[in-house]
């Protein structure tokens, strides 16, 4: 079993939509949740970061984590077809330069 | 702020052949440095952990002999991918560790480069 799970999609919605992306975990140890988006042949550019559990909001994007469920999510609003690309869930166990354990990536496409 | 450069952006070379790509923090001091592989959809893959000064530590599968990094300086790292055959052709991407301070206390962050093509024909 993998220590991250996370969908491939490919998932396409209609511009303006919500999209919902998720990550399931195993390791109760991970402390430190993030979102990395990544265009095609580019390196990962992080989104949101969020520690322990809870929500935390950047304009069009919240991230959620439930540590009792390992689950994590990550919404978009109002999505952009600039917002199409690949979304890696990713996380670590503690603030020092540990390390970082990614998702496959969910690849999300937003259809004008 | 936080940037992180790559070089070359993209590589082809003959099987047999050694490569090297170089990583480096623009505007900050990399104490840590980390070096990753990632295949077509797939996602990324940890090598190694490269410290300023010290040997680097390579993830379990990783051939130390084979990827040959270097972190001579707290803004460059380098990887030297030797003898490389097909099946080295990938995505390298590196990132650096940055600290800063917040009203929380300190925290820390990895900052990602723009990756290497690496085709070995």
């Known amino acids: 079993q993998k220590e991250v799970e996370q969908d491939p999609g490919p998932l396409s919605v209609p511009e303006g939509a919500i999209v919902s992306l998720n990550c399931t975990y195993s390791n109760s140890a991970f402390q430190y949740f993030m979102w990395y988006r990544q265009y095609s042949r580019k390196g990962p550019e992080l989104l949101m970061y969020?520690?322990?559990?809870g929500n935390k909001e950047d304009g069009r994007f919240t991230a959620q984590v439930d540590k009792s469920s390992k689950y994590i999510s990550l919404f978009i609003r109002d999505s952009q077809p600039s917002d199409s690309a690949t979304y890696l869930c990713a996380m670590r166990r503690g603030s020092s330069a540990s390390k970082i354990i990614f998702g496959s990536g969910t690849r999300l496409s937003i259809r004008p | 702020g936080a940037v992180v450069s790559q070089h070359p952006s993209r590589v082809i070379c003959k099987s047999g052949t050694s490569v090297k790509i170089e990583c480096r923090s623009l505007d900050f001091q990399a104490t840590t440095m980390f070096w990753y592989r990632q295949f077509p959809k797939q996602s990324l893959m940890l090598m190694a952990t490269?410290?300023?000064?010290?040997?680097?530590?390579?993830e379990q599968g990783v051939e130390k002999d084979k990827f040959l990094i270097n972190h001579a300086s707290l803004t460059l790292s380098t990887l030297t991918v030797t003898s490389a055959h097909p099946e080295d052709s990938s995505f390298y991407i590196c990132?650096?560790?940055?600290?800063?301070?917040?009203?929380?206390?300190?925290?820390?962050?990895?900052?990602f480069g723009p990756g290497t093509r690496l085709t070995v024909t």
């Open positions: 490269s410290n300023e000064g010290s040997k680097a530590t390579y």
């Open positions: 990132s650096a560790s940055s600290t800063y301070e917040t009203s929380g206390g300190r925290n820390y962050e990895q900052y």
């Open positions: 969020t520690y322990s559990s």
